[in-house]
């Protein structure tokens, strides 16, 4: 293991117990340029993490003993620390870890929203640092790449807005739809709802079964109207739909706008998000009559998207389909690390889905 | 069993190897006024209905011998028959029954389209008893029970089209929405897909993902423009998106429509719904702040539908939920077969959800 | 629903928030012999059945009042009541019920166990009512049917043990194989582990998965032991070692048994089976070289077998199939009231399984 | 991506359509010392790997053209090829490629078998190529590693087998348990079912289901007691039950073998697996009262084995976990290519399970 021995970036997880920070112990255990030093939790104090993760067993990860998250330890030890913790928790601690000289990839809500009254109204608490609203990038690596590599403070975003805004980011970038009247049907697996107990999360009541939920309200919606109110440079509003999908991992967004000039091809409308997306390896446009699939994505950076031309009724179609945990969540919160300390954006995330 | 002394109309199932064979026969094995007296497959002839579907031993209907399809038999021993086979050869075999005397429920595509023209550019085959379309009802018992009730044939509807259909239905009606741009996104089990050796139908693809398949140019596509039309007495177009769910059972539909009167609460919608289905047992309008989930409809007839006003985009959103084999086809056929036998619609029907 | 008018006798069900509770109230809503009058349960009090349990809604029990559990108004109101919660709560409800001239069939473990002494030192709780001990019937109809007909308080058999001494029955029974050294290997679904908020409930902790449990100490091993010594007329013990599925509904246990004569054959141990099962509509023996699956029983009270014969081994081979919360619950609590009631043990129960 | 530059071995994969084929993709795609660079179908032959499994788009393996499967060229481009065809097939073409001077890797079951003439009596059919089952070496790396790094040929073994073996290993070898009477109750994912069209791999017939097949009578039967004979010195007899999982990808065994000492204790029996396992990185003995779950195994070459002493009846239960695909298929070949080609076991193969 010759390749252990090189020089690498300490970081460390706060929050190891949910499953976006199983998903952060699994990309970083075999992480070639950064190497785990910290694992937080408070209510597994102690424990090695082999033995709360049996997965990780067997790995020089699952040594590590948990310990509670101390901003102090964790600073000293890390250059970089990933928080994997509720939002409201998050602000306080990255705002202190940020002091300490320590760069911070945050997976929570607290820092995605550019105006803290936004945050404030979804979230319905006061924002305690609203000052690095300013400072934090939105860690979307194909719409703010550089800006990440010069941060010392990630938001990364949501699962729902990750496959949203790369689904009808060239559309709107390149001016094909009009901005108002978006809809975006979006299907997410269970991982998404976190590891809480709640009774929606139990087994019996999603197998076999599927629903819409949060229509109109879901909190990922002001994050997605920020980005793509960004990208069409005027303010717009969309029409979200979560649905729970009786899966482990995985979301797919469907997503329906007006065609500007109603006579745009299918092949038009592939080379746009052929040229737009050329560049980003982790962004698969598929060929026209291929629609993205779960499978595909799973366990993977990859956002395959899809389109569709449906010119009975003037509409662009994008099917954006993305893992929810890993280019959703932890994967994509290592790959802004990796820009953020300087190495290849896909370092140690270059690997196909895991399927069947 | 004194109740199986009874007088029970006698009735024919063609087609009993698939999954709406077999759903036919589930709910035929117990009906209180049928007598399943023949079943028929091409490929089982011969073997007892109870050693091709064990879960049908130890019911009467498990010990008859599965015969080929003959037209002459059929209609002497039948006052009516369930056509259970593919688009195509339901048409033929239709005829022959209606003119033996016989009626006939079909539960594939072949009379549910009223214009030979329009079935002929959908499904590329030629219509071979177009003089029936005509007469043909349109088996959506919510829309057309009096006119099924006096029917010799009903054309059961799709799985897609009975959701879609049930779901928009009382806000076209009732002139809530825009006419045009209408959007389904529709989900679907995979029972959907018929039981035929697909690849696309293997356990390992489909079980932990998710896809969305022929957008756009889905053969339920007209079914639904052609009924959606004439309750809106204009001619109009949607948008048709279905998805593959790895469930067996069950359809759920998010259907987006443009408010006529954005001012419109849902209050006003939900008692406009409620109006529209008072007296329709097999539909059920969720109170305010409810979502339907598959899991409620779960092998019965029940149609529950959601209703959510999304005032930022003046839009009314519609979620209805079947199951897809039993409401969406052998359900609903035994539906129709009631009320053209001068039963109640619900006999041998009314039965909750099997849940979790 | 002329029906409805007739004469019905009235039950009450205690615990209706679990999946026993859902199960029992699925049966009951359409049960042409019992009323459902009282529905109870603390946490949900006040609201409506329909409301709790959606599915339901449409059906007159969906309109019933959840009330506390009061053991006076019960008595007063119900014929016979079915407890559907957990063990230790249900024998001291059970006493008074009892003693107020109520009926009871309690889904709990705690009137399973003949002997006070391996109730204490398996569930580690003192019995509350040990006098009730002798009284109690195990209800499984095909061993103790007349016994159950004549019962005040029926002890509803646990879901391993349902299946796992149908499977054995004939064969202890008959002398066919070695009382020691039995094995029991058996798989479950997830709602045999109730609908408690635990994290090994969560549906990613599941789906996709496969584990065994408890080997060796599970609660329902003595309850197995106790019913085969009593069918073997002789103390044994078994290893009894429990899987968790990813389903939601059945139990499969395959038993290993060695043959007392190693020249038994497959035809003879079949013609036993089918012997002592003749008149026992419920119990399917499989014909030579089928297998049980879960899905001929789902959501039934049918117990399927199937036997083989390991020449090589020595050993007889018995496949028992259930649904566990149907036969192994629900249902056979309804089967025993029937008995109980006078009513045929079948009434309300006889229906062909939901599958696909 | 200079580590691309580097000198990696040329490999060839016969038979990409199937589940072991993908597989092997999977992990050939990232492997740091191999370059696939022949992909070979009959049916598929022209298009692009990537085109036949979209999984596989952006990696440079995703861009070979797959070709009819050449011995000749095989040969001359490829230092080692992986048979991932049907047996009967294998054996002609594996002794093709051996003449021509190139490795092979064989994952059918043609070389498994040590006699012809136990492979014509499970397999039906003539072995054409017995001379090299005195050479092909049984590929599982902890019984065989040092003779696998020098052969030319690799039985691969089967999946069941792959558990059962590791499972009981230490047991037979250190004498703990009886050589008679082991009964081995196996559960598979429906991969290990292969990717052909057979009903019993639709969706529909397996989602919510169980059940167990071919039980006495599996072909893996004669390879799992080759290798326990041979291990135990003795020829013995297995009692083996395989069932069927509605799960993609993993195997669990549940193992019962009698012990020589009733007296011998937990801890003692762990001692005596942890020592055999020692320097066997992926092997894991759990601690315990740990068992394993499938979800710590998911994509992985890892076998998880959790040990129980039933002291009352005298039984040792082992309890054997893998990934049927990966370590009990496409990984272990991996793994043997590694040995046979000078490279460290673990190359490329170390990473953890994808859970959730």
């Known amino acids: 293991m010759a390749a252990e021995q090189k020089k690498k970036f300490t970081v460390g ?27 937080t939790s408070r209510k597994e104090e102690k424990r090695k993490l082999g033995g709360l993760h049996p997965f990780l067993r067997g790995f020089a990860c699952g040594e590590l003993v948990i310990s509670p998250p101390d901003p102090e330890d964790l600073a000293s030890a890390c250059e970089l620390v990933f928080l994997a913790v509720p939002h409201g928790t998050a602000m306080t601690l990255g705002a202190d870890l940020l002091r300490r000289g320590c760069k911070v990839v945050d997976l929570s809500a607290d820092f995605r929203l550019r105006e803290a009254s936004v945050y404030e109204s979804w979230y319905g608490t006061g924002h305690k640092a609203p000052e690095l609203l300013v400072e934090a990038v939105y860690g979307l690596p194909e719409l703010y790449g550089p800006r ?4 010392r403070l990630t938001a990364n975003p949501g699962c729902y807005p990750t496959a949203s805004i790369l689904g009808i980011y060239p559309a709107l970038q390149r001016n094909l739809v009009e901005e108002d009247g978006l809809i975006i049907d979006a299907k997410s697996g269970v991982s998404g709802a976190g590891r809480e107990l709640k009774p929606g999360s139990l087994f019996c009541e999603i ?3 599927f629903k819409a939920y949060s229509p109109v309200v879901h909190r990922h919606t002001p994050e997605i109207e920020q980005e793509l109110s960004s990208i069409a440079a005027k ?9 729970l999908l009786p899966v482990n ?17 299918l ?3 592939l080379e746009v998000y052929s ?15 291929e629609l993205p699939e779960m499978r595909n994505v799973r ?5 395959d998207i899809g389109v569709v031309v449906d010119q009975r009724a003037g509409r662009l179609l994008l099917v954006a389909c993305i893992d929810n945990l890993c280019r959703g969540a932890s994967g994509q919160a290592v790959a802004n690390a990796n820009l953020m300390l300087g190495l290849e954006l896909g370092t140690g995330l270059f690997m196909p889905a895991l399927t069947p």
């Open 13 to 39: 997880l706060v929050g190891v117990t949910g499953y976006t920070g199983m998903e952060l112990a699994r990309l970083l255990s075999v992480h070639p340029a950064m190497r785990l030093v910290r694992v």
């Open 148 to 151: 990440i590599a010069a941060a």
């Open 207 to 209: 197998s076999g079964g």
């Open 235 to 243: 303010k717009l509003a969309v029409t979200f739909t979560p649905h």
């Open 249 to 265: 991992r995985g979301i797919l967004a469907t997503i329906y706008a007006s065609l500007k000039d109603k006579r745009l091809t």
């Open 267 to 269: 092949e038009q409308a």
């Open 275 to 289: 040229e737009v997306y050329a560049g980003h390896p982790f962004v698969r446009v598929l060929p026209a009559g």
């Open 299 to 303: 366990g993977t950076m990859f956002c």
